[in-house]
């Protein structure tokens, strides 16, 4: 029997890598479509068809889309600054923009977007956000969660109006191996090298990799056409996150909290510098809002619709501990 072919954009990334792992495990055929010269160190060891290509240029798109069954649409600018939604245009909305006119084009069985949690409201730990909560309009001024947004509106429509099979899956935190940026593994990085743990309030609902990835993969054939799904798993402030970090390491921490005022003042300071010289500094007040944030969701949809796992947080932080010593980060 012929594989079906998977189109991956973004392969080298934390979900892209995952995912084409995943997706060889269950006998498709994944081809990995990432820009020449990137870090491949997430995608080794892996039976992939690698392919370079840009996401903007349609050429590439095309040469690409035509010939898989479905696509997974990983790439994305991800970084928070510039905050000017101009600098995400291209790589977040063109390439989604272009995508689906070629899904449509080649009628692809289904195209499964990769959005990001910051498209919905939070909620707090006793009360999660969901996937019917709208999008905060105080995040407009974030280049990357709009431009996200504008993204994921395309596909759900293009969905509705039967342009295209589509469905959109939300990550929160990623956690686990095969972050060769480090991306997300920054953060477990810092609690592992610092002595000195310094936390902002808030945080984060952490989701293992390795159930994101197999999620993302049953959305090629679950889930509904049009329909967002929250990938999310443990709810943690971070310095419940950290704490478990510790747990991991042998050396003694010491924790201590970033007072709001102290990070407010900063954010301001930052606003009026980029106002005078044009230059992006990553604590700005939005960015400062988002990091202060109870960012926590719930995942009943997508365990009831698309099989997500539990997220076990000590096995997601002892994988990733693991491969960043096997590559010598740590």
């Given at each position: 029997?012929?594989?079906k072919?998977?189109?991956?954009?973004?392969?080298n990334?934390?979900?892209?890598?995952?995912?084409?792992?995943?997706?060889?495990?269950?006998?498709?055929?994944?081809?990995?479509?990432?820009?020449?010269?990137?870090?491949?160190?997430?995608?080794?060891?892996?039976?992939?068809?690698?392919?370079?290509g840009?996401?903007?240029?349609?050429?590439?798109?095309?040469?690409?889309?035509?010939?898989?069954?479905?696509?997974?649409?990983?790439?994305?600018?991800?970084?928070?600054?510039?905050?000017?939604?101009?600098?995400?245009?291209?790589?977040?909305?063109?390439?989604?923009?272009?995508?689906?006119?070629?899904?449509?084009?080649y009628?692809?069985?289904?195209?499964?977007?990769?959005?990001?949690?910051?498209?919905?409201?939070?909620?707090?730990?006793?009360?999660?956000?969901?996937?019917?909560?709208?999008?905060m309009?105080?995040?407009?001024?974030?280049?990357?969660?709009?431009?996200?947004?504008?993204?994921?509106?395309?596909?759900?429509?293009?969905?509705?109006?039967?342009?295209?099979?589509?469905?959109?899956?939300?990550?929160?935190?990623?956690?686990?191996?095969?972050?060769?940026?480090?991306?997300?593994?920054?953060l477990?990085?810092?609690?592992?090298?610092?002595?000195?743990?310094?936390?902002?309030?808030?945080?984060?609902?952490?989701?293992?990799?390795?159930?994101?990835?197999?999620?993302?993969?049953?959305?090629?054939t679950?889930?509904?056409?049009?329909?967002?799904?929250?990938?999310?798993?443990?709810?943690?402030?971070?310095?419940?996150?950290?704490?478990?970090?510790?747990?991991?390491?042998?050396?003694?921490?010491?924790?201590?909290?970033?007072?709001?005022?102290?990070?407010?003042?900063?954010?301001?300071?930052?606003?009026?510098?980029?106002?005078?010289?044009?230059?992006?500094?990553?604590?700005?007040?939005?960015?400062?809002?988002?990091?202060?944030?109870?960012?926590?969701?719930?995942?009943?949809?997508?365990?009831?619709?698309?099989?997500?796992?539990?997220?076990?947080?000590?096995?997601?932080?002892n994988?990733?501990?693991?491969?960043?010593?096997?590559?010598?980060?740590?």
């Amino acid at each position: 029997m012929c594989k079906k072919r998977v189109l991956v954009t973004g392969a080298n990334g934390l979900l892209g890598a995952n995912v084409i792992k995943v997706l060889t495990n269950n006998n498709y055929h994944a081809v990995a479509m990432v820009r020449e010269g990137c870090n491949m160190t997430g995608l080794r060891n892996l039976n992939y068809e690698l392919v370079y290509g840009n996401i903007t240029n349609y050429n590439h798109l095309e040469k690409q889309i035509k010939k898989c069954d479905y696509v997974i649409h990983c790439a994305a600018r991800t970084k928070q600054t510039p905050n000017k939604i101009e600098a995400f245009t291209e790589a977040n909305i063109k390439s989604t923009e272009l995508i689906i006119e070629l899904c449509s084009k080649y009628h692809t069985k289904r195209l499964v977007f990769v959005s990001t949690a910051n498209c919905f409201t939070n909620g707090t730990i006793d009360n999660p956000g969901n996937e019917d909560s709208n999008f905060m309009p105080w995040l407009k001024d974030s280049g990357y969660a709009y431009s996200k947004y504008i993204a994921q509106n395309m596909v759900t429509k293009a969905a509705e109006n039967n342009k295209i099979n589509a469905v959109t899956v939300a990550p929160t935190f990623m956690i686990g191996e095969r972050d060769a940026g480090p991306s997300s593994g920054a953060l477990l990085l810092y609690g592992l090298k610092k002595r000195i743990v310094f936390y902002p309030s808030g945080g984060k609902s952490f989701i293992d990799v390795d159930s994101a990835a197999e999620a993302v993969i049953n959305a090629l054939t679950m889930g509904k056409n049009g329909d967002k799904y929250m990938l999310s798993g443990t709810n943690l402030t971070y310095k419940d996150f950290f704490k478990i970090v510790a747990e991991h390491n042998s050396k003694r921490k010491l924790f201590i909290p970033i007072p709001s005022a102290l990070l407010k003042v900063v954010a301001l300071i930052s606003d009026i510098l980029e106002n005078i010289t044009g230059a992006s500094l990553a604590l700005n007040s939005v960015n400062r809002k988002l990091l202060c944030l109870d960012n926590y969701f719930t995942n009943n949809k997508a365990v009831a619709e698309l099989r997500l796992k539990h997220t076990n947080i000590n096995s997601s932080i002892n994988k990733a501990i693991n491969w960043y010593k096997q590559n010598r980060y740590l």
